[in-house]
């Protein structure tokens, strides 16, 4: 409307209305959809000039408003905008909105890569976020199974790969670096991710940076970086109740049926968040318990998770985190046969796993200007496991580190992350030995805007790493990379950089003998390398389409993988494979906001090749596709999830061989179909959300991992009380 | 778009009706009981059952391209020990086929050697009514055999193939 025409309208209807005392107040609350209030929110109401933001509590009102129709717009970065038509014909209306999370529109997106804050449109490399209420609506209950339906990410049993950076290593080492806000979150001894470690009723969001990002990460972030960024502190207090109740159910095949009851799994968690004053506080615990759909596969699990944030000022506050549990498992290493295809053989029987593991951060952060930004981050992670085996195996690792990270914005067009970081673990076990590691490094990044359409970045990362009374190794990772916004909603990008993961304690110093096999120690073993190459293009097609395509190419040298010693028949971890992943990723998003309905569709293209054998490289599936569908009409939602893998080429066919995984060969496409529903009860001004999910809901039997068939299909039921 | 998804999820259905891994046909294989009579000697570290394609008639006879299975290993001194090959392996699959010496062996290594030396033969499967000489297992298609037992006399050990010590 234009401005004389917007007088007019006051004039003729708004001073009038007042007058005459026909004017009411339209007044309400915005949440997020897991009830959070939602601070600062635009409130509008259309061709008027009437508006206001929400406060503390998420609340807002509009006074001496002239009765009438009027068209309620509630907007905020981040969130799907809010519209609804309002008769205002008495003193006071009131409305509940709840804002939906977007990540459609791609330059709203802000991420942490690059170690501070930026739009994941201003990057030079893939990313992708997936928010905490896709977490909830699926009743997920372990983060390693949220990365199963993230774009570009596979998942063997627990060792997450990007792009096919990884295959399955029974834990030893990890290809993706796992960060809890930032702070590196991987075992000193083996080096491998604990899903369970992250608490994941307290997420904020999850970034994934696809690629080698070493040269801002250092060793690990060879295939790329998974940051887990924990929620923000509300300013008022907020208590959630949670508990999920699910079951499996009976398996496809008679023959499988072992067990004459229906197995069951539950999750409870309680977490509460505060202020006081300049002080805030949220902690949680959780209970879970599964009895699992195979024999001797259960687990018992307590969790609990603190994080405190103290302002000094408004530019410098310290925050503490503790996240860690104490669980029990039973052992399935791989089934009796495919006739009997959720029993372990005889000799896993009994065998459980107890462990506890906890990390341990602090985040001091200080801005010395406008320019310049300080962090200091300090860590520990304890781990400590042992098994009821023959041999009674045991490990307890300290891992420590101390970053130092500086951002400088050296002026308008030049940004500039500088940083160093110290480390130093330590190992007892009766399998790895009694060792210990150090390593120091130092890095420096770029980043400037060339012409406003174009941004440029460069940076490097030395790395000194050193394994107990071993020769030190030195790494040198540098990148470069660019963004250029061709149009205003066309942007391309393109990534070269070098990464490097250093050999785990675990990887050198094994010695044990498992079934009368030797594993020895390889005190040779040095770190792996890559190359890694990246272009890419996101285009906003329409408003409601937006299109994201992207090729890569990664070469790696020294790929460490346990090999079997023909000298003497020993198996040992060696530097044996010259390997190359070539592939491409498409991804599609869009929305019909009128109906309240998204949909998310992602093709992965893999060809992986070991140079050396002239084969594809185990466990990676050539093809993966995944669709999201989401409709959420008024307080409910449904969706529909499907996933698909082409069968993996390649698995450990030696174990099939060696007669230790009978009819472990047996191996087909993988494709997950699941239903989810919900109702969120904030919509009648109920502080609860109530969740159902159907997972693999054709009961379709595949393996990720040779010898173990994936969750049949299960149900699951999730309230959750905010208030 | 509703047709979309209708054949979507009907395209879905249809590569799912067989359900994905099937469980297998009855694997190859046997099973029985060993027997262990007198004292166990204190110097054995280990003891497997062992199973070769073609009898131990000469020292070359004794190499891993003839040893077709290795059992897990057998508790030291127990009295007696039923076997399965399934999921008992630690070495090979059986295969349906002819086998010309299955025995019990024992090593005084802690680690798997391949080495003639290094094996005494506690124990060989003989074919019932005939104790002269080693047995020969058949194993037809999808078949598993049961009471395949072996007798182990510590204080009569049987007669050892040539390369031993």
């Not at chain 1, 985040?363 to 520990?380: A, D, E, G, T």
């Amino acid at each position: 409307m234009r401005k004389p025409v917007k007088i007019l309208f006051g004039f003729f209807f708004i001073i009038p209305a007042i007058i005459f005392g026909q004017a009411g107040t339209i007044e309400g609350k915005v949440t997020d959809e897991t009830g959070i209030p939602l601070v600062g929110v635009n409130i509008l109401l259309k061709n008027t000039n009437r508006g206001t933001a929400t406060d503390l509590q998420g609340n807002f009102e509009l006074r001496n408003i002239p009765y009438g129709n009027y068209t309620l717009v509630a907007s905020m970065v981040g969130y799907k905008k809010f519209t609804k038509n309002i008769g205002l014909n008495k003193d006071k209306v009131s409305v509940k909105i709840i804002l939906r999370e977007t990540t459609l529109k791609f330059n709203e997106v802000v991420v942490t890569a690059g170690k501070h804050r930026q739009k994941i449109s201003d990057l030079p490399v893939s990313a992708s976020v997936i928010s905490p209420y896709f977490i909830s609506k699926k009743n997920f209950i372990k983060l390693d199974d949220v990365l199963r339906y993230a774009p570009g990410v596979n998942v063997t049993l627990d060792q997450v790969s990007i792009r096919g950076s990884s295959g399955y290593s029974r834990g030893a080492g990890t290809r993706v670096l796992v960060a809890i806000d930032g702070i590196p979150a991987f075992t000193g001894d083996t080096g491998e991710i604990i899903w369970e470690l992250v608490p994941i009723s307290d997420l904020n969001r999850i970034e994934i940076i696809k690629g080698a990002a070493s040269s801002l990460y250092g060793s690990s972030a060879i295939g790329g970086v998974i940051n887990i960024i924990t929620k923000n502190i509300p300013q008022k207090p907020v208590t959630m109740i949670k508990t999920q109740v699910g079951a499996y159910d009976k398996p496809f095949h008679k023959e499988w049926d072992w067990s004459d009851k229906y197995r069951t799994f539950n999750n409870f968690t309680v977490s509460h968040s505060n202020k006081f004053d300049n002080l805030g506080i949220a902690f949680s615990v959780t209970r879970y318990e599964d009895m699992s759909y195979r024999m001797n596969d259960w687990q018992n699990r307590f969790s609990g998770y603190f994080k405190s944030l103290y302002k000094f000022s408004d530019s410098v506050s310290l925050s503490f985190m503790a996240t860690g549990f104490y669980r029990d498992k039973a052992t399935f290493d791989y089934w009796k046969n495919s006739r009997e295809a959720l029993i372990p053989s005889q000799n896993q029987i009994g065998n459980e796993v107890h462990s506890e593991r906890f990390l341990f951060g602090s985040i001091y952060k200080n801005k010395i200007s406008q320019r310049l930004n300080l962090s200091l981050k300090s860590s520990l992670y304890r781990s400590f496991w042992k098994d009821k085996s023959e041999s009674r195996n045991f490990s307890g690792s300290n891992q420590y580190r101390l970053e130092l990270l500086a951002n400088y914005k050296f002026h308008k067009n030049l940004f500039l992350v500088g940083g160093s970081e110290i480390t130093y673990g330590t190992v007892n076990s009766n399998i790895f030995g009694n060792k210990h590691s150090n390593g120091f490094a130092f890095y420096a990044q770029a980043e400037y805007n060339l012409t406003g359409k174009l941004k440029l970045s460069g940076g490097a990362r030395f790395d000194y790493n050193k394994l107990h009374d071993l020769n030190p190794e030195y790494s040198f990772s540098p990148k470069i990379g660019f963004n250029y916004k061709l149009e205003s909603q066309t942007i391309l990008r393109g990534n070269l950089t070098k990464g490097f993961r250093a050999p785990t304690l675990a990887e050198t110093f094994t010695s044990t003998i498992t079934s009368g096999i030797k594993v020895k120690p390889n005190p040779e073993l040095k770190s792996e390398t890559n190359y890694n190459f990246e272009i890419g293009i996101n285009k906003q097609l329409t408003e409601n389409i937006n299109l994201d395509l992207a090729v890569f190419n990664n070469e790696f040298f020294d790929m460490i993988e346990p090999a079997i010693d023909i000298t003497d028949g020993e198996v040992t971890f060696n530097n044996v494979t010259r390997a190359r992943i070539t592939g491409a990723e498409v991804t599609g998003k869009f929305e019909i906001p009128d109906i309240n309905f998204t949909a998310g569709i992602n093709y992965t293209l893999l060809l992986t090749e070991d140079l050396n054998k002239n084969k594809a490289l185990k466990y990676r599936p050539k093809h993966s596709v995944n669709i999201q569908t989401d409709y959420t009409p008024g307080g409910f939602t449904f969706g529909i999830d499907f996933r698909y893998w082409s069968r993996v080429e390649e698995i450990d066919i030696e174990l099939v061989d060696l007669g230790l995984v009978p009819n472990g060969d047996a191996r087909v496409p993988v494709y997950v179909l699941d239903l989810r529903t919900g109702y969120n009860f904030f919509t009648l001004g109920l502080p609860a959300n109530l969740f159902l999910a159907l997972n693999n809901v054709l009961n379709y039997n595949y393996v990720e991992m040779i010898g173990n068939i994936s969750p049949i299909r299960n149900i699951s039921l999730n309230l959750e009380i905010i208030f | 778009m509703k047709n979309l998804l209708k054949y979507l999820l009907l395209a879905i259905v249809l590569w799912n009706c067989d359900g994905g891994i099937q469980p297998g046909l009855q694997e190859p294989g046997f099973s029985g009981t060993i027997y262990f009579i007198g004292e166990w000697p204190d110097s054995v570290k280990r003891t497997h059952i062992v199973l070769f394609e073609k009898p131990l008639l000469d020292t070359t006879d004794f190499s891993a391209e003839n040893l077709k299975y290795v059992s897990n290993e057998i508790p030291y001194g127990v009295n007696e020990y039923k076997y399965t090959t399934e999921n008992n392996s630690l070495f090979g699959v059986i295969k349906p086929g002819e086998y010309g010496y299955l025995a019990v062996a024992q090593s005084t290594l802690e680690t798997i050697s391949l080495k003639r030396e290094d094996w005494t033969i506690a124990g060989i499967y003989f074919n019932p009514g005939d104790s002269t000489k080693p047995g020969r297992l058949i194993i037809p298609e999808n078949t598993f055999l049961h009471n395949i037992n072996i007798t182990c006399d510590f204080n009569h050990p049987p007669v050892q193939p040539p390369g031993g010590k």
